[in-house]
């Protein structure tokens, strides 16, 4: 059954409910709520619970050492003891926040295609979850990138004996017990669990892509942040992939990368060449014997859905400004590029919203 409706979320994380919410202060009202005349929206989230990402979480990663919370708007995050996981926190929270608002998030509900509608670039954009479809004047994507584990191509990684997992798949420490393991990646998750599996395994042995560049605290200011988001913007409004604001800022000195340091464990190793069934070979031509390879390896945007409007570029990105697709003008991308955090999530909700508004306002004055 197709459903007209003037926007449809795509994904029920921090950014998907910011838009959620500025959408109901500017009087949209849910698709399954709305009377005739209603400006409307439907919420769509492939998790079977609120929560988004929060909630597949390791255990290990708490409430006082997680990089990054940000409360919702509108709703303030309980607080919470810095010793409790922050999936056991922040999912309910979550939860309560979609009930206090009244979003009515539909899932479990997969968004398998976003298309055209024809070919007027001021018609509907239809969106297939395979069941239902939705013909939506706007698109507010935020689908974020937990679902797209970035796994980079080495020689002969299918002949490994050993385990590979990806930081998506981790579960705890406990996994690692005795073992020899290799952790790639010099992003804030491979340092944390090279710290923390140092504590029970065999032996831990580090690659990175780059040598870290360490920053302190002081040098990790304002300015800094604000250069390295620009860095990204200008790379999405190219349509460049995104990247990450570590590579262009470097490492900032965490307790995981002290307390690493303290253990011996933070010795950056150049990246191995090849993979094979014992284990790792090395630039210098050394097999390293390994049990377990752990890719830190980063994250990818979860866009597959939005492929058949063919917007990427020859440079592997989206050409977005301002949260906003500039070869189609009906799909915003939220947590994508430079709003891929907390805070820039909220942002990037409230001013979707704010210019879906503005539109539709500058549309009426002129009809």
Known sequence: MENAVDVVVIGAGQAGLSAGYHLQRRGFVPLTRA???????????GDVAPGGAWQHRWASLKMGTVNGIHELPGMPVPPADPVLAARDVLPPYFAAYEEQFQLDVQRPVT????????????????????????????VIN??????????????????????????????????????????????????????????????????TRAEPVWLDESAFDTATRVAAIAGVEERVRQGRAPGSVVSVTGMLWSPWARSAERKGVLN??????????????TRDGVLEPVDVILWATGFRPALAHIAPLKLRTPEGGIRVENGRSTDDPRLFLIDYGPSQSTVGANRAGRDAVRTIVAEAASVGATA
């Open 35 to 45: 009377a005739t005349g209603d400006n409307t929206f439907v919420m769509l989230d």
């Open 111 to 138: 968004v398998v295609s976003v298309t055209r509608e024809d070919d007027n670039p001021h018609g509907r954009l239809i969106v297939d979850t395979g069941a239902d479809t939705y013909a939506a004047r706007y």
């Open 268 to 281: 950056a190793r150049p990246m191995f060449t090849a993979i094979e069934p014992p284990g790792v070979r």
């Open 142 to 207: 935020a689908t974020g990138t937990w679902n797209q584990p970035y796994l980079p191509f080495i020689p002969g990684a299918p002949t490994y004996a050993g385990r590979q997992l990806h930081v998506h798949d981790y579960v705890s420490r406990d996994e690692f017990v005795g073992k020899r393991v290799a952790i790639v990646g010099a992003g804030v998750s491979g340092v944390q669990l090279l710290d923390e599996i140092a504590d029970v395994a065999a032996e831990t042995l580090w690659f």
